[in-house]
């Protein structure tokens, strides 16, 4: 089965958080986190349409500035979603900058930025020409843990504490649509951009007695189908990608409980594991997990893969022992 994302840590585990999520099939992706980003191209930047901010901490945002200097002159829409007083955040990074010629740029970027409380989302907007002044009074939205949802994916959160609230994430595809190639070519049909409307079609749960047509070849030739006919015949259905973030939160009961809730059975966690064990005092002062309680928490929620990141630099040179506890902490809890 190809995975339709195909999540990837942008920097090493030493450097800054940033979990870079592309879309197979098409140019697109979404980010969580925005550490120090200069080693994704800026091809991948443009990619991005949701980036979702676990805390303000200089670590996790400080690509911000990155991005914003590719898409600013674009044709663009941003979402853009953090926790508390993250409108405020991002009004002090846009106020750092002079926006005098911005009004002469043709094309329209907007950001839409979305904070995060207990029981409402906020929304403010803002548009490059107005040299990023407020386009509106902040929106306010109910929120029951969904923060985007598409047709063929949602992204969760939950408010973790870190000393200040700090956002986990959990993108969770719907479902899995598998082509089979051999029953495509049986059918005289060759693979092309229909699969992608083929797809979209059972995502938006089209009919499955409604037509679908496909264009046959190059010359335009069209074939119509019955869609749940299609469907049985070249695609297999089974359980969508769940992918999971957690980055700086303190281990407490409240924590562990809203993270498992959040990343149970994930295909794939990236959890920070920033301290050994024998530090786990520094840990606890500091608001993070050392790396046997990460893997803990991973063995817990019973997630198929798991990718430890944000060692302190403390441990340069030590990579090795902080991934052989996560991992020895994960596999032990799994087999209880
Ligand atoms: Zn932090
Ligand atoms: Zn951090």
Known sequence: MRPSFLPRLVNGPFDDPSLFIPFLFEKRAVIFDLG???SLSAR???????????HTHMDHFIGFDRLLRLVLGRDQDLYIYGPENFI???EGKLSGYSWNLVKNYT?????HVTEVHDDHLMTKEYVCQNGFL???KAVKHSFNG????EPS??????????SIPCLGFTLKERFHVNIIKNAVSELGLEIGPWLKEFKQALFDNQDPDSEFEVSCDKKQHKKKFVIGDLTKKIARISPGQKISYIADVVYTESNIEKIVELVKDSD?????????EKDKDIAEKKCHLTARQAGLIAGKAKVKQLTPFHYSPRYQGEGHILEKEIMDAYYDTLKR
């Open 36 to 38: 120090d980003i200069f």
């Open 107 to 111: 094309n329209l970027l907007a950001l």
């Open 146 to 149: 969904t923060l985007l949802k």
């Open 88 to 90: 405020r955040n991002v």
């Open 134 to 136: 407020p386009a509106s």
């Open 153 to 162: 994916f949602s992204v969760f959160t939950r408010i973790l504490d870190h």
């Open 268 to 276: 794939h966690l990236f959890i920070e594991a920033s301290f050994l």
């Open 44 to 54: 991948d930047i443009l990619k991005i349409s949701h980036i979702f901010i676990t």
